[in-house]
């Protein structure tokens, strides 16, 4: 069996599945080039408990730069998850960033894959609910109309468009995850359940955008990265796509309901407009990935809260996990 490449291998999501895959008896090689969108130190960290890990390479390379051809022949899967997240910066001058590393990127790391299509056993393309903007119903099916309402949305959406390319051009065994959002130990600062749990134990104000109405299906990290493995280890078709979920859509409110009776603490709320490029509400329909798959969300959210608090004291107190 040959290594695992995982970009983005420090990040959030990144940095569960290298170590999902280590567990499971696989080699990671394992690629981040440490951008400073958040803190690095966070993700210096997520490398260095990997890095104590027997079967785990570093390689600190930017995708965007880097020769890749070397790197994609010894390896035989894929999993691409490096990318410029967030929806909020991706309007103004930031774009660049988005652009040059969701799709120029990706397209380079397509590239140097087309030569070895017919030894990799899968690549697996980390997209995103947000490819569908607003979408005409919920919960939403793969089948939907894909119109991005941000930036990043634009961005993810092309990245999965070329991945598609290469599987029906090139034979690429390509699978695209639409991810909605996940949450759970190590997320990424900006993103709110993260800025959520850290306000209620801090006292600090949260401040929600919009009226606290929008709802969301939010996905526990181990779900996510259960989906992985299973595309991994799927036979279907070069270029198939699949929303991956938590099953629960649940208003943002009453996510900070939920919080407070986990903390057992008040939260400060202050409402700011709705801001441009946020969906008003996400919801995925499961049921190709379950039945092609055989992808179920397991971590019900309650118990993803409450794991991702413990993880959160431990965080504000500076401890290791
Ligand atoms: N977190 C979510 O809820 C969510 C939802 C939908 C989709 N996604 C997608 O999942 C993936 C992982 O998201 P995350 O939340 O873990 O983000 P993250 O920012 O924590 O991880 C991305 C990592 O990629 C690295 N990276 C960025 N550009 C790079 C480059 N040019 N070369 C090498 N490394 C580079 C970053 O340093 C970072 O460590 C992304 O593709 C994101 O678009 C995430």
């Not at 960033?97 to 087309?114: G, P």
Request: proline content about 5%; overall charge neutral; some cysteine.
């Amino acid at each position: 069996m040959g290594k695992t490449l995982v970009t983005g291998a420090a990040g959030f999501i990144g940095s569960h599945l290298s170590r999902r895959l280590l567990e499971e008896g696989e080699e990671v090689v394992g690629v981040d080039c440490f951008t400073d969108f958040y803190d690095p130190a966070l993700k210096r960290r997520n490398a260095q408990e990997l890095l104590h890990l027997p079967g785990f390479v570093l390689r600190e390379i930017d995708l965007r730069t880097a020769p890749l051809d070397d790197l994609v022949a010894s390896c035989d899967a894929i999993f691409h998850q490096a990318a410029q997240a967030g929806v909020r910066s991706s309007w103004g001058s930031m774009f660049a960033d988005y652009s040059s590393i969701n799709v120029e990127a990706t397209q380079r790391l397509l590239e140097a894959c087309r030569p070895h299509r017919e030894r990799l056993r899968r690549f697996v393309y980390a997209s995103s609910s947000s490819v569908y903007g607003d979408a005409p119903r919920y919960p939403t099916r793969e089948e939907d109309p894909t119109v991005p309402v941000s930036p990043y949305g634009v961005t993810k959406l092309a990245g999965e468009l070329l991945v598609r390319l290469y599987a029906s051009q090139h034979g690429l065994p390509a699978t695209s995850l639409r991810y909605f959002t996940v949450y759970g130990p190590r997320q990424r600062p900006d993103m709110g359940f993260h800025r959520f749990l850290r306000a209620i134990h801090t006292g600090e104000e949260i401040v929600v955008y919009g009226d606290g109405n929008q709802t969301r299906d939010f996905t526990f990290v181990s779900d996510a990265v259960d989906a992985n493995l299973l595309a991994l280890r799927s036979t279907g078709e070069p270029g198939e796509t699949f929303n991956i979920g938590g099953g629960e859509r649940i208003a943002v409110r009453d996510v900070l309901g939920l919080m407070e009776e986990v903390t057992g603490r008040t939260a400060r709320i202050r409402h700011e407009p709705r801001a441009a490029g946020d969906v008003l509400h996400t919801g995925a329909e499961t049921s190709r990935a379950r039945d092609r798959l055989g992808f179920r969300p397991v971590v019900p959210l309650r118990e993803g809260v409450a794991r991702m608090n413990e993880w959160m004291i431990r965080y504000l107190r500076g401890e290791s996990e």
